[in-house]
């Protein structure tokens, strides 16, 4: 399957699962937006892997919570390769606080940053997919937007809603050639789970509770975003699929 000739946005590329699929996308021959807010070394590192590859990407700095921010990477993006074709909603931030310690500021910043940013975003890169008539709005969720986790109130919260946005858009956009799915991962060993107080507690349990055996690593879920990418993929509509070794069925 080739992505040769498409160009793909994605939120949050600087490490962890972002970087893998902006990895694998290149390897497909997609052009690849990096995207990144604090860490420029990061997003950098990431787009110099794509380049010694053969591959074209570009960095772009955003705050993908603000709306005018998210507007202006994909507008970036279609001005440096001709246009957008794949908008993947990565970016994943939060306060890990019980639910009756949470305040508004947290609630803001994580709704707006993991699903505010995916609404606006696609909303952006589906005015150049409409014209083309084939896209792709692909959204990275956590089995937290169904399952109650320790501390993960406002995030799981904005994981919900981001498989409802995904649900709303993947409808309205179907008709145009522009399909939109969530993929919602099991535990996945990153950066991300240094957060959590209990890391190692978390990762030892869900080895223990995955009928596969190991937890699922961001390449393979780089990979599957890459199928859904697709024409393959192209009846896969709206929906949440858990790549996750049969972890979320067990608990």
Same mark, same amino acid.
């Given at each position: 399957?080739t992505?040769?000739?498409?160009?793909?946005?994605i939120?949050?590329?600087?490490?962890g699962?972002?970087r893998?699929?902006?990895?694998e996308?290149a390897?497909?021959?997609?052009?690849?937006v990096?995207? #990144?807010?604090?860490r420029?070394?990061s997003? =950098? &590192?990431?787009?110099?892997m794509?380049?010694?590859?053969g591959g074209k990407?570009?960095?772009?700095?955003?705050?993908?919570?603000?709306?005018?921010?998210?507007q202006?990477?994909?507008?970036?993006?279609? &001005?440096?390769f001709? @246009?957008v074709?794949?908008f993947?909603?990565?970016?994943?931030?939060?306060?890990?606080?019980?639910?009756? &310690?949470? =305040?508004?500021?947290a609630?803001?910043w994580?709704?707006?940053?993991?699903?505010r940013?995916?609404f606006f975003?696609?909303?952006?890169?589906a005015?150049?997919?409409?014209?083309?008539?084939?896209?792709?709005?692909?959204a990275? @969720?956590s089995?937290?937007?169904?399952?109650v986790?320790? =501390?993960? @109130?406002?995030?799981?919260?904005?994981?919900?809603?981001?498989?409802?946005?995904i649900?709303?858009l993947?409808?309205e956009?179907?008709?145009?050639g522009?399909?939109?799915? !969530?993929?919602?991962?099991?535990?996945? =060993?990153?950066?991300?789970?240094? #957060?959590f107080?209990?890391?190692?507690?978390i990762?030892e349990?869900?080895?223990?509770? !995955?009928?596969?055996?190991?937890?699922v690593?961001p @390449?393979?879920?780089?990979? #599957?975003?890459a #199928?859904?990418?697709?024409?393959?993929?192209?009846m896969?509509?709206?929906?949440?699929?858990q790549?996750?070794?049969g972890y979320?069925?067990?608990?």
């Amino acid at each position: 399957m080739t992505l040769k000739g498409k160009t793909a946005v994605i939120t949050g590329s600087g490490r962890g699962i972002g970087r893998a699929i902006a990895i694998e996308l290149a390897e497909r021959g997609a052009n690849v937006v990096v995207n #990144f807010w604090r860490r420029r070394q990061s997003a =950098e &590192e990431t787009a110099n892997m794509i380049r010694n590859r053969g591959g074209k990407a570009a960095v772009v700095r955003a705050n993908v919570g603000d709306i005018d921010a998210v507007q202006t990477l994909v507008q970036k993006g279609a &001005e440096t390769f001709g @246009s957008v074709d794949i908008f993947i909603g990565n970016a994943a931030s939060g306060v890990l606080r019980p639910a009756l &310690e949470q =305040e508004a500021k947290a609630w803001n910043w994580t709704l707006n940053i993991n699903a505010r940013s995916i609404f606006f975003g696609g909303q952006a890169a589906a005015h150049y997919m409409k014209e083309k008539g084939w896209g792709r709005i692909i959204a990275i @969720s956590s089995i937290g937007s169904q399952r109650v986790l320790p =501390e993960y @109130s406002i995030v799981g919260v904005s994981k919900a809603a981001i498989e409802a946005t995904i649900r709303y858009l993947a409808v309205e956009l179907a008709p145009y050639g522009i399909i939109c799915n !969530t993929v919602s991962p099991g535990v996945v =060993e990153t950066e991300a789970l240094d #957060f959590f107080p209990s890391k190692d507690r978390i990762i030892e349990t869900a080895k223990e509770r !995955t009928p596969a055996g190991r937890l699922v690593t961001p @390449s393979e879920i780089a990979r #599957f975003v890459a #199928f859904l990418c697709s024409d393959d993929a192209a009846m896969l509509v709206g929906n949440t699929i858990q790549l996750d070794g049969g972890y979320n069925i067990t608990m």
